[in-house]
């Protein structure tokens, strides 16, 4: 009797979900977009919801149905799969903004309002130059249906800069002044960055706001235990319940945010944009030489609670790293074997972790041997003083304590080459004691 009712009432729930319906528009450039439908609804809002770089549909699909039972609408695209781009990085920042403005018009001649554009990640650049290329079209025509977007854990920099240096907005951030709402996790690598974003899009005109995201980090929107994606497998397993509750309120935020920026004030025109040369930069590899300078100070605990500052006297690799990176954990061996070829009061390896709790890091140094000290940066504020973007990202010190090399990407530390830099570095005076 008792699977009896189940199956009844997952019949049930099956039917009073949503039909998914979808159809193809026209770009003013000729090509064709695929777009999948949920809700019928022409009293609540119409989402616009631009598929992530890596096609991951799983929660898209079901945050779909989620505002779909709630009264609102939602079109899904995957821009790049329909324009044939690859899905990385440099093809999402060079993309215009015609495809997004011509899914902005077909929502517009269907009677839709508000109109509400939602990408996460790198996706919220087409985003911004969507709603700009749309409001280009206008040309000037005030108030309309078009509300604004809703950015989760936005990418919006040129590229990965050296480690150690802060990265560069893109251009269109400082020429967007349409309403904006920015999810940003609290625990997510550019928390800190969060303020510069706001300011940037406040001095361009944008009725920009923040919501904070409690508990969850990056990419926190697509976790899921059985990921589509390659790209995501270090994702894979159980959700943590923070990210199951964050999933879970998200359909009534995104509701609140387009209630928002339909009641912000609009922009009469398109702001115009500085005209540069840049693209978009590419991550440099291996050991980059540095300006040489002190490096930031840190006294932070262990996860047994043990307190340990930074010192001088010896050369001293510094690595921030976080468990769920697959390249930080892929290169903990060859660290482990660099320390092992050095005496100690010559050279150290000093790891710092980003934001985890000391009893995951515990649990993760059972199943990894880690042959160095594992500090754990539980706010990030040592990570922001280092100026972190990415993970791993790598810091060399001369016994003098000034940085020489950075790297932003996970290496193999025991070879030739990044041993003849540490020999140089032993070579130089030691410091006066």
């Known amino acids: 009797m008792r699977k009896s009712v189940h199956w009844i009432a997952l019949v049930l729930l099956l039917v009073c979900l949503p039909a998914q319906a979808g159809f193809s528009i026209n770009t003013s450039s000729g090509d064709k977009l695929d777009i999948k439908v949920w809700g019928e609804s022409q009293r609540g809002p119409l989402f616009i919801w631009l598929l992530n770089q890596y096609g991951e549909s799983k929660r898209a699909d079901s945050l779909a149905v989620a505002l779909a039972n709630k009264g609102a609408s939602v079109w899904q695209v995957d821009l790049l ?20 403005a011509s899914l902005l018009e077909a929502g517009v001649k269907q009677g839709r309002r508000p109109i509400v554009l939602v990408a996460c990640d790198r996706m919220a650049v087409p985003l911004l130059k969507g709603l700009r290329e749309w409001q280009l079209r206008q040309q000037g025509a005030g108030q309309s249906a078009v509300a604004g977007g809703v950015l989760f854990f936005p990418n919006l920099f040129r590229g990965t800069p050296v480690a150690g240096e802060d990265p560069e907005l893109m ?74 509750q964050a999933i879970s309120a998200t359909p009534d935020r995104l509701l609140a945010a387009a209630r928002l920026l339909a009641a ?35 006294t932070l605990t262990d996860a047994h609670g043990k307190t340990q500052s930074l010192t001088h006297g010896r050369v001293t690799l510094v690595n921030f790293w976080a468990t769920w990176c697959p390249p930080c954990v892929h290169e903990i061996p060859s660290m482990n074997r660099l320390a092992a070829a050095y005496d100690a009061k010559d050279f150290g390896i000093v790891s710092i972790n980003f934001k985890e709790d000391p009893e995951h890091v515990l649990a993760f140094l059972k199943r990894v041997d880690v042959d ?47 041993k003849a830099v540490i020999d140089r570095l032993l070579k130089e005076a030691r410091p006066a004691k």
């Not at 799969?81 to 997004?100: F, K, S, W």
């Open 264 to 298: 912000s004030k609009q922009p009469v025109k398109a702001r115009a944009m500085r005209e540069t040369t840049l693209k978009a930069s590419a991550p440099a590899y291996g050991l980059i030489e540095r300006p040489r300078q002190p490096a930031p100070g840190f």
């Open 81 to 100: 799969d329909a324009l044939m781009l690859e899905r990385t990085a440099e093809a999402i920042r060079n993309m215009d903004g015609g495809a997004v």
């Open 171 to 244: 251009e269109i951030v400082a020429a967007s002044n349409m309403p904006l709402m920015i999810m940003q996790p609290a625990l997510g690598s550019n928390r800190t960055r969060l303020p510069n974003l706001l300011k940037t899009l406040h001095a361009a005109g944008s009725p920009a706001y923040s919501w904070l995201v409690p508990e969850v980090r990056d990419y926190y929107l697509l976790q899921t235990e059985k990921p589509q994606s390659e790209s995501l497998q270090a994702m894979a397993g159980k959700v943590p319940t923070a990210v199951e």
């Open 372 to 418: 160095f000290p594992v500090l754990l940066d539980h706010d990030g504020v040592v990570s922001g003083r280092w100026r972190v973007f990415a993970f791993p990202s790598t810091f060399l010190l001369d016994q003098k304590g000034n940085i020489r090399y950075s790297v932003n990407t996970a290496i193999e530390w025991d070879t030739d080459e990044a």
